[in-house]
């Protein structure tokens, strides 16, 4: 069983900083991607970053310049720095995993609020 267990979101101001984390245990046949998603109420849940299996990433447009992935790939856990936070970058967050044995796993969501 594959656990995902994420951490850091909470309320900031717009053009602050953030860090969330998720930590992938369990049995776990190798990465192909981690990442982040993000949905607010009544829209689709959207990429926000990933790292893919060799290391290279992927960022929606609209995160780009602002957002930074990175992966420790001893500890199986990602972090999605957040920077210059807008409140469109309010959203509940979610952490996903897609194993190579064709596992796709996603957290349980940590909320982000940019607001003054």
């Known amino acids: 069983q594959v656990q995902l267990l994420e951490s850091g979101g909470g309320l900031v101001q717009p053009g602050g900083s953030l860090t969330l984390s998720c930590a992938a245990s369990?049995?776990?046949?190798?990465?192909?991607?981690m990442g982040w998603y993000r949905q607010t109420p009544g829209k689709e849940r959207e990429l926000a970053a990933v790292v893919i299996g060799g290391g290279g990433t992927n960022y929606a447009d609209s995160v780009k310049g602002r957002f930074a992935i990175s992966r420790d790939n001893i500890k199986n856990t990602v972090y999605l720095q957040m920077h210059s936070l807008k409140p469109e970058d309010t959203a509940g967050y979610y952490c996903?995993?897609?194993?190579?044995?064709?596992?796709?796993?996603w957290g349980q969501g940590t909320q982000v609020t940019v607001s003054s």
């Open positions: 996903n995993l897609e194993t190579a044995g064709a596992g796709n796993y």
């Open positions: 369990g049995r776990i046949l190798g990465i192909k991607r």
